[in-house]
């Protein structure tokens, strides 16, 4: 649990290397990088984020939004680019990092870009990579600028407890469930690694056994390439599975409200590992007034959709 | 769990509030306690009374922390209403920054604005938000709040990312505003956690 490296920075530096041979990330964990980034250089800084000593940026894709302003842009790039801030500015990034079930590292980046200036920006960033790993032993944080990670950065990385439950699809299954016991005063989180089984189809997240579409809504918003889009559904959307053997992930919080109704905020890397990534998010409601969640219920829309390697993890906050 | 002389127990509770969760051989963790939490709830405030601001007080978070701000608004009234978040009662809004992107179905929209909105609600509906709090290393508070607005009835999805201008050592306090008398509602609730160490 908790906290396994945090280091401030005392010399403004290019490059950090996070060390974890003694600690390496393994499948079936969940890790937070927080990194507080002070840019005290005259240039733009943007941040990669590399696994394993893999720096060559082409073994990645990262698919972006941002907010600046009122404008609302999206772009997908051979890169893993992932953060970054202005000429002395400061940033503050979080990102989940998590090796998949089939060996991908991928980075999920939220920054508050030029977080101390009357030009702050959003950005959501997701990185997977191309190489495959067994265990990722070593995290590299590289600035563009040279010595574009300033003094007073800081990184604190942890590790996420505890997981109550996991589901790895040994073969093509339309529906998993998962017994939990979910009550107003606790936080969880919902892992889907996916594996699709057939041409594209959607993925549905349903409580306490009530599959009645119609209860639920969903709104997304998404940035495919340059394309970004919203579309609200009457129904129970957690992500969407791509083509025959494609794979995304899914985080998403879940919180049963003091309300009584069950709610969901899934980020998604779609289509991880290939140069078609992209960046969705499914923010969900059931309109059931309920005590608890007791059951969830993650469901394809065509028959036996979840792949083989798909894994699924219950993970309880407090 | 009492604590004999020369050794040290698993869980074992020192001067009344540390617990040993690790135990190291060197740098190599030899046993690690798996206390089944990730979080440590510091507040949780259910409003009985409609008021028009909630200030959560009594911790200090330094550098060190994550805070994370779950909101659960009500509104009871048909009156759309915004929510601002404010710290150290520091609630002069132009002190503070925020972006936001938002979502109404096909609608996309973004802004900028010299205050620190991070929620709101339509009439007669309820919003979820979920935010990570930071303190960072040069002393700017940020905020980045993951919305469902309306979640009762068509959800909105919004990211309202916050700044202040300031700087401080420390957040003594969340102050949480709404732009009209008496808007956070009877039945909001607002859980704040600190990431566990």
């Known amino acids: ?318 | 769990m009492p604590i004999k002389k020369g050794t040290l127990e698993i869980g074992a509770i020192l001067r009344g509030s540390t617990v040993i969760n690790k135990i190291y051989k060197g740098t190599t963790v030899i046993y690690e306690l798996a206390d089944g939490t990730y979080l440590e709830l510091i507040e949780d405030v259910t409003i009985s009374t409609a008021v028009t601001s909630v200030t959560l007080s009594g911790f200090t978070a330094t550098k060190e922390d994550t805070l994370v701000l779950v909101s659960d608004f009500h509104n009871n009234v048909a009156t759309a209403y915004t929510f601002s978040i404010y710290f150290n009662n520091n609630t002069t809004a132009t002190n503070y920054y925020k972006q936001r992107i938002g979502v109404n179905a096909t609608t996309i929209f973004a802004s900028r604005d010299n205050n620190n909105f991070f929620a709101d609600v339509g009439d007669n509906d309820k919003t979820l938000s979920v935010c990570d709090i930071k303190l960072t290393n040069d002393g700017y508070i940020t905020s980045q709040s993951s919305v469902t607005r309306n979640y009762d009835t068509l959800p909105w999805l919004f990211e309202y990312y916050g700044t202040s201008t300031f700087i401080t050592p420390s957040i003594t306090e969340v102050n949480i505003f709404v732009d009209q008398t008496n808007g956070i509602q009877t039945g909001s609730r607002f859980q704040l956690y600190r990431r566990l160490a």
């Open chain 1, 1 to 318: 649990m908790g906290l396994i490296y945090d280091n401030t920075i005392s010399t403004a530096v290019t490059q950090v290397d996070i060390d974890l041979t003694a600690t390496p990330i393994e499948k079936g964990e969940l890790y937070e990088l927080v990194f507080t980034h002070v840019n005290g250089t005259g240039s733009f800084s943007s941040i990669s984020l590399y696994a394993n000593n893999n720096t060559t940026p082409t073994n990645y894709y990262r698919q972006y939004t941002e907010a600046s302003g009122t404008g609302v842009s999206g772009n997908r790039a051979n890169t893993s680019e992932l953060a970054g801030t202005g000429d002395n500015s400061t940033a503050k990034v979080k990102i989940y990092v998590k090796l998949t079930n089939d060996g991908k590292a991928v980075f999920m980046a939220t920054t508050v870009k030029r977080a101390n200036t009357s030009s702050i920006s959003l950005t959501e960033m997701h990185v997977s990579s191309v190489s495959t790993f067994t265990s990722l032993t070593e995290l590299s944080i590289v600035s563009t600028a040279t010595n574009g990670i300033g003094i007073n950065s800081r990184i604190q990385l942890y590790k996420v407890a505890e997981k109550v439950d996991e589901a790895i699809v040994g073969s093509a299954v339309t529906q998993v469930d998962f017994t939990v016991d979910i009550q107003k005063g606790n936080e969880y989180l919902l892992v889907s690694d996916l594996t699709s089984n057939s041409a594209g189809h959607q993925i549905y997240l349903y409580a306490n056994n009530n599959t009645t579409a119609s209860n639920y809504d969903t709104q997304r918003v998404g940035a495919d390439g340059i394309g970004v889009s919203g579309t609200r559904y009457s129904s129970s959307y957690l992500m969407y599975s791509y083509d025959n053997g494609d794979t995304s992930l899914s985080i998403a919080k879940l919180k049963l409200a003091n309300s009584g109704l069950f709610n969901w905020q899934s980020s998604v890397v779609g289509e991880y590992g290939d140069s078609d990534i992209n960046l969705q998010k499914y923010y969900g409601s059931f309109d059931q007034i309920i005590t608890s969640v007791t059951s969830l219920s993650i469901v394809s829309s065509i028959t036996n959709g979840i792949g083989i390697g798909t894994r699924l993890e219950i993970w309880k906050l407090i």
